[in-house]
């Protein structure tokens, strides 16, 4: 996707002490850790903060160890996954019924990679989309509020979501249109 | 590259919502947490009377400090203080 720094760049730009990029990096990363917790795993509260911010301190000590800075989506993922796990097992809950639910967490992880995916893209087409469609799909806003907010007529608030949603397909195909009007 | 038509595009975005705000602002200062704990360890190294108040209440040796000590913090002035 275009005009986005890479992960590797802006791994890199941390390591070199970058707080900008820091920022940056947590910004990218911070839905998809607090998805992989909240929904993976059905940690909630405490649990779910307590991961959180234990997978950034994780990443931001040992951003040095890593192997390759491309690299930096999956081993977020995988030591959330590791210290989702580790607090299921601190609190005792180990009962046979939740590790089913645990044992769903594969297919729900797989989306959510693809969500990151889509999410990217979000950021790459920017505002106006951006915004409209995290208010939309993400923050779970009416016509009405979206309209209020952003100080558009309700009433297209509709179409405005189609036509971004085609921009946005646009984007993930590689086709995307830059300064299209939305 | 993805190829998923718009109403899949539109469940997958539900699946990434927001974060409670203050999770993503305590993440991003954690370089700033970082060298305050830096400074507080380097104080305990000099000062065994300021190291014995702290080890007693680490949370309340952060909280004295400035910093919100939540348990990412807690845990990493731990290891510092033992490894120094």
């Given at each position: 996707m275009a005009g986005l720094t890479t992960d590797a760049e802006l791994v890199a730009r941390c390591r070199a002490g970058d707080q900008s990029a820091w920022n940056e990096l947590v910004e990218r990363f911070s839905r998809y850790v607090y998805a992989i917790a909240v929904?993976?795993?059905r940690l909630q509260g405490h649990d779910a903060e307590d991961v959180f911010q234990e997978v950034f301190a994780r990443v931001y000590e040992h951003l040095d160890r890593l192997r390759s800075d491309e690299a930096i989506r999956p081993w977020i993922a995988q030591l959330t996954r590791r210290l989702c796990i580790d607090r299921l097992r601190a609190s005792g809950r180990e009962a046979p019924a939740e590790l089913e639910e645990t044992a769903g967490a594969d297919e729900r992880l797989a989306a959510l990679d693809d969500a990151l995916t889509v999410r990217a893209g979000l950021d790459a087409v920017g505002d106006p989309c951006r915004e409209i469609l995290d208010r939309f799909f993400?923050?779970?806003?009416s016509y009405k509020v979206i309209g209020d907010a952003l100080d558009l007529?309700?009433?297209?608030i509709a179409s405005r979501i189609s036509r971004c949603l085609t921009k946005l397909r646009s984007e993930l195909e590689g086709k995307i249109v830059r300064g299209s009007r939305v | 590259m993805i190829d998923y038509d718009e109403q899949r595009i539109g469940e997958l975005l539900r699946l990434l919502p927001a974060v409670p705000e203050g999770w993503v602002r305590a993440a991003q200062e954690l370089p700033q947490a970082r060298a305050e704990l830096a400074a507080i360890v380097a104080r305990a190294e000099e000062d065994a009377v300021f190291r014995a108040k702290v080890v007693a209440d680490l949370e309340a040796a952060l909280e004295a400090e400035g910093i919100d000590p939540i348990p990412s913090v807690v845990a990493a002035l731990r290891v510092r203080l033992e490894q120094a």
């Open positions: 929904q993976g795993f993400c923050r779970d806003q007529p309700s009433g297209t | -």
